[in-house]
């Protein structure tokens, strides 16, 4: 099952539990996919909703007005960032497109309008965090969320 998965992760992408920017959807099919454990913790002008899957652990950030500004993500494999990142993804696509003109850097920030993504790592230990900076509660820094 454990190999099932992961293969799955790496054609498929992990799936994306909410959409940056929008309402939080329903977990329950990434829960039920992804064998993950779902937990919620309030952070007094955010809320994190953290999903571990063997794959990977997934923080999707909401906002007072119940949208997501924000996902962090770790792990063997990065989430699906086209169902993540939702509108923002075009957008995200081609800038990430243009900066991988030159070397291939280990460290990754893409910055468009109204997104900002950084991406690390190496094989098996990705890790990211993208955030519509408009949608960031007053006081919070999101290079800081845990």
Known sequence: MRLILILACLFGG????????????????YVRTNNAQRATTAHGAYTVHTLVSDACTLKEYENPDGKIFAVRWEGITPPNLQN?????????????????KGPHPRQLQIKTDNLIV???????????LAYDPALV??????????
Request: hydrophobic residues 40%; without cysteine.
């Open 14 to 29: 992990v799936h994306a539990a909410a959409v940056l920017g929008q309402n939080r959807a329903s977990m329950d099919t």
């Open 84 to 100: 993540l990142f939702g509108d923002y993804y075009t957008a995200y696509d081609k800038a990430h497109s243009a900066a991988l």
């Open 118 to 128: 950084q991406h690390s790592g190496h094989m098996r230990h990705l890790s990211g």
């Open 137 to 146: 509660p007053a006081g919070v820094v999101a290079e800081e969320l845990p």
